[in-house]
């Protein structure tokens, strides 16, 4: 069976798929046999977008696995202001802040990241070389339950936390040549819902926004990392955490 495959649309999805279109777009659109997401196919490329993939339970136990840090009520605190948080003693994941150099000055990354993944396999991105560290039990269970869609094993994931709407991610490709030629990414969220923009790179008019909320998975396949940008912008009313977990394969 192909990787997304067709089915009859689901009442529980029904809402979002109009005369076989995604919402208000223009784009052909229908079930994923898992009955949890839709397949959405854009230029180039398609999306499987399933709005509340894990139950409540299983995203409010991961949010709190991934926040979680001796000494500290890490859904209270406020990381946004914690200058010395590359330092604090996380129980799970190994979070860092990093910086890039840009026009002679360093700035600090607006988003906190964590890259796990096989031994042998570093991912470079702006001008930043992350190692990996090793899969934890967690991490491998949520690889595991990705695969039903995407028919593969993935070997990294890129973990991205925003701690509020004041983080983000610009508008960018993941298209490095360590993930191959059109490479799939799976994206998981916890926490906080939050604004995720796609755009053709020939036709900024041609457009699609996507809630990303807490429990959700999105998947982006075939050519559309070459062709698409994507981004999450700041949203200065959400005032709490997100955790995006973007699985990949880094090719030898």
Request: aromatic fraction near 12%.
């Amino acid at each position: 069976m192909d990787l997304f495959s067709e089915l009859e649309p689901a009442n529980s999805l029904a809402d979002m798929i109009t005369n076989d279109k995604f919402q208000d777009t223009a784009f052909d659109a229908h079930l994923h046999e898992d009955g949890k997401g839709i397949v959405i196919h854009v230029p180039f490329g398609r999306l499987y977008y399933a709005p509340c993939f894990f139950d409540q339970a299983t995203s409010d136990k991961f949010i709190d696995y991934f926040l979680a840090c001796d000494g500290i009520n890490s859904k209270e605190y406020d990381w946004q202001h914690d200058d010395a948080l590359n330092d604090r003693p996380f129980t799970n994941i190994a979070w860092h802040q990093d910086s890039i150099s840009m026009y002679g000055k360093t700035h600090k990354l607006p988003r906190i990241s964590a890259w796990y993944g096989d031994s042998d396999r570093p991912y470079t991105y702006s001008g930043i070389t992350l190692q990996p560290k090793p899969w934890t039990e967690e991490l491998n269970w949520l690889r595991s339950q990705l695969a039903p869609i995407c028919r593969r094993q993935f070997n990294s994931v890129l973990l991205n936390w925003y701690r509020s709407g004041e983080d983000y991610i610009s508008w960018h490709t993941d298209a490095e040549k360590e993930l191959g030629v059109n490479p799939l990414i799976a994206s998981i969220n916890f926490g906080e819902s939050r604004r995720f923009l796609l755009r053709l790179k020939e036709d900024h008019d041609i457009k699609i926004e996507l809630p990303l909320h807490h429990g959700s998975v999105l998947v982006m396949a075939g050519a559309l990392q070459h062709h698409w940008q994507h981004s999450v912008p700041k949203q200065k009313k959400v005032k709490s955490n997100r955790i995006n977990l973007t699985f990949r394969t880094i090719s030898t």
